[in-house]
């Protein structure tokens, strides 16, 4: 994976999608407490989108998590002064569900998953109920079925027709994308997308401890989502290969609470 300058850089295991950002020199008047900076903006297919200012207050949404153990992580994005590229932690983690395709008994598990993945990272995660939208990497960042804001973290289900990259025995993916706050240098992730193939997980469901290994995939992918990339050490729930382990290791946690760690916008 590579990052390019301002560029944001949707992060997905196996493969990098670029969508360009650049800078507007205009201001809004109601954006009183930031006259004179300029409100960044997206370009996407040729069309300018003013990246959107959160609003309620800057403080955080769960308490941080200290780092307490020792062991490898890594980031998908390692691009500043201010550490790896993270979700706001000011801001609620909006996330939805596509069910179409979703084996029998899955939806627990996602729950499940989700509720993991925010205890361990201090990150605040919302349901906002189920879409329709098509989980894939190409999503639209803004789009009109959700309002105004960046498009909530989406989990769906698919196939390897559909979804070539999850061909043999990738059961998931996951990642966000990396995109300018409204205003100044800082970064962030954004719209999250979980791809499960549907087949895989009803296949490990059906397994000894299937339950657990499955909400183990569904984990991973967030980790992703939230902004952790592979390690090579097997014993980290990180390892791209993973098949036996049903909780993090070590440098997962650590990874986890710096993800949640990150400064507020
Ligand atoms: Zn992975």
């Given at each position: 994976m590579r990052t390019l300058g301002r560029l944001a850089v949707i992060g997905l295991v196996g493969g990098v999608a670029i969508?360009?950002?650049a800078y507007a020199t205009g201001f809004d008047l109601a954006q009183w407490q930031h006259i004179g900076k300029a409100r960044n903006v997206?370009?996407?297919d040729g069309e300018q989108i003013r990246i959107p200012v959160p609003d309620g207050p800057s403080e955080r949404r769960a308490a941080s998590l200290p780092v307490t153990t020792d062991g490898a992580h890594a980031f998908m994005f390692e691009e500043s002064e201010q550490g790896p590229t993270r979700y706001d932690p000011c801001r609620m983690l909006e996330w939805t569900h596509n069910p179409e395709g979703?084996?029998?008994g899955a939806e627990q598990l996602v729950q499940d998953a989700v509720a993991d993945v925010a205890r361990n990272s201090g990150l605040a995660f919302e349901y906002v109920?189920?879409?329709d939208e098509v989980?894939?990497?190409d999503r639209p960042l803004f789009q009109e079925r959700y309002g105004e804001g960046f498009a909530p973290i989406i989990v769906g289900w698919s196939t390897e027709e559909q979804t070539p990259d999850l061909a043999?025995?990738?059961t998931g993916l996951g990642g966000s994308?990396?995109?300018n706050g409204a205003f100044g240098e800082q970064r962030f992730l954004a719209a999250g997308v979980v791809v499960l193939d549907t087949e895989d997980v009803a296949d490990l469901m059906e397994s000894r401890r299937g339950t657990a290994l499955a909400t183990a995939v569904i984990m991973h992918e967030l980790a992703h989502v939230i902004g952790l990339a592979h390690v090579e050490d097997p014993t980290e729930l990180m390892n791209d290969e993973n098949s036996m382990l049903i909780?993090?290791?070590p440098g997962d946690r650590a990874g986890l609470a710096i993800a949640g760690s990150g400064p507020c916008q």
């Open positions: 969508v360009g950002t997206l370009v996407v979703m084996p029998e109920g189920q879409t989980a894939g990497f043999g025995s990738v994308s990396s995109v909780t993090w290791g």
